[in-house]
């Protein structure tokens, strides 16, 4: 099975990570100030703050922007349910904003859902495309809202050769294993807010400031939301590689957009050329005739080998949602639900690898494309 994402460790990785557990801090240690520094020059920020998820990351930055009970922010429902699920743990609202053909955010209907209670936008870069920043960043400045960018897609991506991290108020990152560069499980948030990257400190080490000897005190509420630095370690070694990663991954989806282009019964999303897309993600967008056969499509794929995915069921349609803030419906969210089919790409592949997958792709869509859909 090719799965449709995966990470990759090598040797030097292994070695890395058994340093560590040779060590004598397996916590707490230097590795991670080192692998948050090398971080936060990748991508051109001040400050940068590592924990143990990116879902810990996310509730700390709600809590770093003072979102609580009341309170709202508007989001995507295009994404995993971490980044609504972070803010309604504080006691807020995630207002669901629909999006645009390519999955990401349709920054035209921000400022409609813009209310008294509304304290920050908290766009996702769908599959590492980067979102329309430059406009999400003009409406929250008019309307004093925080903008957190939830990049766990976006590692690498960049706009005009500025890197995903450097444009909001405080950007999230993923290094779960499929990630662009992987510690296992972990997150880091980036930012040039020096508040911020202290009340992020305090919030992921229970609260806790030391002052002399063994004596400390506890200034506010925190978690244990620390990363190890056995993960910091193996953090550090993938970042040096993220690049050659992207590459790979790169040159898989360009191979694909040229099997993949015009046809009949699919799309693929378009990267604008002052883009770069980490690739996290390579979806086709199935034509609506294709959707009442899309499980049997999904299905026929998996027995032949080809590990896809389904990104995503909006975050409203869960019953958790639906059962404590209702039924809504965002018909571009749930169209591109119906479409959407994440196909392998990543960097353990081969370009042999994508010919083979895109001929059984095409093989397959082709079987299905007589039976249609009656509307």
Wanted: with cysteine.
């Amino acid at each position: 099975m090719i799965p449709y994402s995966t990470q990759l460790i090598e040797e030097d990785d292994i070695a890395s990570v058994v340093e560590i557990l040779q060590s004598s801090h397996l916590t707490q240690g230097a590795k991670v100030e080192e692998f948050e520094e090398m971080l936060a020059h990748y991508v051109g920020a001040r400050y940068c703050v590592t924990f143990n998820s990116a879902t810990s990351a996310l509730h700390a930055a709600y809590s770093a922007c003072g979102i609580g009970e009341g309170d709202e922010i508007i989001t995507t429902p295009i994404s995993f349910v971490a980044t609504s699920n972070m803010a309604v743990a504080l006691g807020a609202k995630a207002v669901f904003c629909d999006i645009k053909p390519d999955g990401n955010i349709d920054e035209k209907l921000i400022e409609s859902l813009i209310t008294p209670h509304t304290k920050a936008i908290v766009p996702v870069d769908f599959a590492g495309k980067p979102v329309a920043i430059h406009a999400i960043n003009t409406i929250a400045r008019n309307h004093n809202l925080f903008v957190i960018e939830d990049a766990s897609h976006a590692l690498g991506s960049d706009i005009n050769g500025q890197k995903i991290g450097s444009f909001a108020d405080m950007t999230v990152f993923s290094f779960h294993a499929i990630k662009p560069i992987t510690t296992g499980e972990g997150g880091a948030i980036v930012t040039d807010n020096e508040e911020f990257a202290h009340s992020l400190r305090l919030f992921r080490s229970h609260g806790i400031v030391k002052k002399q000897l063994w004596n400390s005190d506890m200034i506010s509420l925190g978690y244990n939301f620390r990363m190890t630095e056995f993960a910091a370690a193996l953090g550090l070694s993938q970042l040096h590689k993220l690049d050659r990663f992207i590459n790979v991954r790169e040159n898989i989806a360009r191979y694909y957009d040229e099997r993949f282009e015009k046809h009949p019964l699919f799309q693929t999303i378009d990267i604008s050329p002052t883009d770069q897309s980490a690739r996290h993600l390579y979806p086709l967008l199935l034509n609506p005739e294709l959707h009442c056969v899309k499980e049997e499509i999904f299905t026929e794929l998996q027995t032949r080998g080809l590990g896809v995915q389904v990104h995503y069921k909006p975050i409203y349609q869960n019953s958790f949602y639906q059962k404590n803030f209702g039924i809504i419906r965002l018909p571009n969210a749930e169209h591109f639900y119906r479409s959407e089919l994440s196909i392998p790409c990543h960097q353990k592949m081969s370009l042999n690898d994508a010919e083979q997958i895109a001929d059984t792709i095409l093989d397959v869509i082709g079987k299905y494309a007589y039976r249609g859909c009656s509307f």
